[in-house]
């Protein structure tokens, strides 16, 4: 079968423990969990492809482990599990499906889907259609897992543990960031050696942001059906190696290279003073439904892995990609939290964005945050203290659960997504916009939470980039070859009153005030903002708001297509962000005055100076009002120090006409202009007055 030997007597017991392959000096152990299974072979493959089957003959708690003695990092192997085929009861073992190794730390390669069937069974017409064993052998169409070398030097490298009330996200792509950078060298762009770049690190560190939360990295698959039409899964919800680095996005190689320069990027970061947030994907895998491929767990043992629906032939779907792991399986929740931990602390990632976290805090079918995956990561010592931020929902009955996870944990705010977006197109009352503004206590205050709770986005990788906001009504995502179909039909957009592309100088103004105003509202409000990468730069998606398929220019940041303007505000609001902590409270506001100061820590006036009564606030009309932000009723620093800062008033215009706004002499003597969405400002006195433009946003500060 193979040119690759390995010699009499050099197969010893090894250890159950840890999980994978783990290579020493001498060789490396192998070890796999699967407690239903028959036998199971160990298989080698040496450069040519060739075969070398090993059985494990060892089983301790459920391990299937061995030593070999001569293997060394870069060896390419995977698995065949032997076991009953009964799809009828949930059992999918077949042997003639190599199988990808849970907990391997490398994978190389992509899947063929030109190549031998990965699919276990006859593929067919009919119901029954998934019920006859398929026999082709797969392992030429299955990417190889791979021994990696964990050793890696990591120097003075330190986690920057960024207080969350100062962070500020930068959410990104690997290859959307870098693959068009003039700076970046073109063989490392698309890479963790591209991302670590000065070129990169440098321009991340001008824009003021703290955390970069990327995109799945974990190894993932392209689907058949993209395949079938020419495209490519872009974003990477399709993971499939829990603990492996995608092995395309490394510039050095994918026999275990990967991990390095992983590792690397991780440190180029830090240096730069830029944590690292993981976007995870533990809700599903690669394999999809009953119908799917055999990659890795529905050989191993399917029943353990994915949760079923009453007939055990199927699968509960939570997620819309046909499957849903099932954490309340010991083993897959062991697997998770080792994989979290192995980025943690071998890779020193410093937090976690999870994917459709719903679907993870389901207990036996309803979302529950006293499920054991919440528990565990609450009594983890590492895990409790790493950056946790929850997608709150899924796709299931009951999967909608902003502001009800547990503490400890940061949410993505669809809320004050929705609302925003819905306030600066005039259709949003004035008390919403006040909650989002102010960190969102009715969802995260009656529990404990601190406004760091909320993640404050108005645009992320899934929708419209913030250019397309203000300039499309509809989708258009003709592109992904779906007639449309596909996406979001619901965006909360505004196109200015041309649809796309315009010359309309009018239009131009407005997107770019609308634009601004967006920004500008998100980077000022309590909780912890959350950009869209390439949003500062003015990127485009030509409307398509799924670009989950497209790996190529409607995706790429446009690096010589800058908007300069917007780039320098950007930055300017974030500066004064991070200068002032009146805006990053670690506290919601209490209304009144704690420090002596005589005012309130905020204040909210309508435009007449006057304080916003009940029937303002309940009046559907009123779109503008003006925010005082107390710098003397600040909360201390994270470390207990007395904080003090400027204060703020905070002129807001929704409405689509100029209004007055009157300046209360009791606030303040003298103002000055710190940023306006329309480019007026200058100086005012207290008592005096000042027009916004219609759809505006000004910032004063005291003086």
Partial sequence: MSTLTVPAGKL????????????????????????????????????DGNETRVDLVERTAQQWHGFLEGIRPGQRYGYRVH??????????????????????????????????????????????????????????????????????????????RTPWSETVIYEAHVRGLTMTHPDVPEELRGTYAGLAHPAIT??????????????????????????????????????????????????????????????????????AGIEVILDVVFNHTAEGNHLGPTLSFKGIDSAAYYRTAEDPRF???YTGTGNSLDPTHPQV????????????????????????????????????????????????????????????WDVGPGGYQVGNFPVLWSEWNGEYRDDIRDFWRGELPLATFAERFSGSADLYADDGRHPSASINFVTAHDGFTLRDLVSYNDKHNEANLEDNQDGANDNSSWNCGVEGETDDEAVLELRARQQRNLLATMLLSQGVPMLLGGDELGRTQGGNNNGWCQDNEISWYDWDGVDEELLAFTQRVIALRQ???????????????????????????????????????????HRSLAIFLNGREVDPAEDGTPQRSDSFLV??????????????????????TELATDGEGGELEGGASTTLTGRTLRVLRRV
């Fill in 12 to 47: 010893l017991a090894g250890k159950p423990f840890p999980q994978g392959a783990t290579a020493d000096a001498s060789g490396t152990n192998f070890s796999l969990w699967a407690p239903n299974a028959e036998r199971v072979e160990l298989c080698l493959f040496d450069d």
């Fill in 83 to 160: 076991g009953p085929w009964d799809p009828a009861n949930g059992q999918r073992f077949n042997p003639a499906k190599l199988l990808l190794d849970p907990y391997a730390k490398a994978i190389e390669g992509t899947v063929d889907w030109d190549g031998p069937t990965l699919l276990p069974y006859q593929a067919g017409e009919g119901d029954d259609a998934d019920l006859l064993r398929e026999d082709t052998d797969s392992a030429p169409a299955l990417p190889k897992c791979v021994v990696a070398d964990q050793r890696y030097d990591w120097g003075d490298d330190v986690w920057p």
């Fill in 202 to 271: 440098d321009y991340l560190k001008s824009v003021g942001v703290t955390a970069v939360e990327l995109l799945p990295v974990h190894h993932f698959i392209d689907e058949s059906f993209l395949a079938d039409r020419g495209l490519t899964n872009y974003w990477g919800y399709a993971s499939i190696g829990f603990l492996a680095p995608h092995g395309p996005y490394s510039a050095a190689g994918s026999r275990g290279e990967q991990v390095a320069e992983f590792k690397d990027m991780v440190k180029a970061l830090h240096a």
């Fill in 315 to 317: 699968f509960h779907d």
């Fill in 333 to 392: 929740l062991r697997l998770i939290m080792d994989s979290l931990r192995y980025f943690a602390l071998d890779c020193h990632v410093d937090g976690f964005r999870f994917d459709l976290a719903a679907a993870l805090a389901r207990g036996l079918h309803e979302a529950d945050r006293l499920s054991g995956f919440l528990d565990t990561i609450h009594q983890d010592p590492i895990l409790s203290q790493v950056k946790l931020i929850a997608e709150p």
């Fill in 579 to 621: 200068a002032e902590p009146v805006f990053t409270r670690r506290r919601f506001f209490s209304g009144e005055s704690r420090s002596g100061s005589g005012l309130a820590d905020v204040e909210w006036l309508r435009p007449d100076g006057q304080a916003m009564a009940d029937g303002d606030w309940g009046n559907g009309h």
């Fill in 651 to 672: 002129l807001v215009n929704a409405h689509h006409e100029g209004v007055e706004f009157t300046l209360d002499p009791e606030l303040g003597d003298a103002w000055r």
